[in-house]
């Protein structure tokens, strides 16, 4: 199977930078991008077999550690997982964010109403999740039992409400996420379309920071915090833009 590079992680193995990625099968491999381009071959470091089918996201905690994403056997549901060499555990949060479901008997699309993209903060000890078809983020413990949810509107969308207009009638809110050592960032719209994208900054604390609106069909983004500047992709013209962030 075909690794999911929509969810790949990187991350510092000693001296060496690793990238981490999951196949929907559940198997995680982690391989050495500094050793890969020197020897001008793959270099696999590790491969593990998850307890996952059905896999959505996979990161590394720690060495032998990792935290993970899945559909349940009857796609309503997604469950989230936190596997220490062999022994899985879930923390309050996860075991909460198990109970939200699609009704039964759909169209086999709704699970989609549930989809999100994921961002693991290791040394926090905390995930980050924004919703991409509803209007909220949510930052939850891996171990402990910290949880909030951030509404990115009046009030939260209505997942009933959302599934019983059906899979086609889905609006996309946010389209990525970006995690730092200071804070976050999302990038969001109002799932309207020809609506502004806009990259949405927040602290640890879940504070709002900053929003910066931006033009162009805006597909990714990152900042480069040396320079103080945020780049973006506009998938329309393949262009990148660079916007100063330095104010």
Not at 227 to 244: C, P, V
Request: glycine residues 8%.
């Amino acid at each position: 199977f075909c690794p999911l590079f929509s969810g790949m992680t990187f991350f510092k193995n000693g001296n060496s930078l690793c990238v981490g990625m999951m196949d929907p099968r559940g198997t995680y491999m982690e391989y050495d991008v500094d050793r890969s381009i020197k020897e001008g071959k793959t270099v696999l470091v590790s491969q593990n077999q998850l307890q996952a089918s059905q896999s959505l996201y996979c990161g590394r905690i720690a060495e032998g550690e990792y935290f993970y994403r899945t559909l349940s056997g009857d796609m309503r549901s997604q469950l989230r997982s936190v596997m220490k060499d062999t022994v899985v555990t879930r923390s309050n949060p996860m075991m909460y964010l198990k109970t939200l479901a699609v009704p039964s008997g759909s169209d086999g699309l709704l699970f989609n109403a549930l989809s999100a993209i994921t961002g693991l903060k290791p040394d926090r000890e905390l995930v980050v999740e924004a919703s991409t078809m509803m209007n909220t983020i949510n930052v939850y413990s891996i171990k402990g039992t910290y949880a909030k949810t951030i509404c990115l509107g009046s009030k939260p969308d209505d997942l009933e409400a959302i599934c019983k207009s059906g899979s086609t009638a889905m609006k996309q809110k946010n389209f990525g996420l970006q995690v730092y050592d200071r804070c976050f960032a999302v990038l969001n719209s109002d799932g309207e379309k020809g609506s502004s994208k806009s990259v949405l900054f927040f602290d640890w604390k879940c504070n709002p920071l900053a929003k910066l609106t931006l033009s162009g069909d805006v597909f990714g983004f990152d900042v480069d915090w040396s320079s103080e500047n945020l780049y973006t992709f506009d998938s329309a013209t393949e262009s990148i833009k660079k916007y100063d962030i330095s104010s």
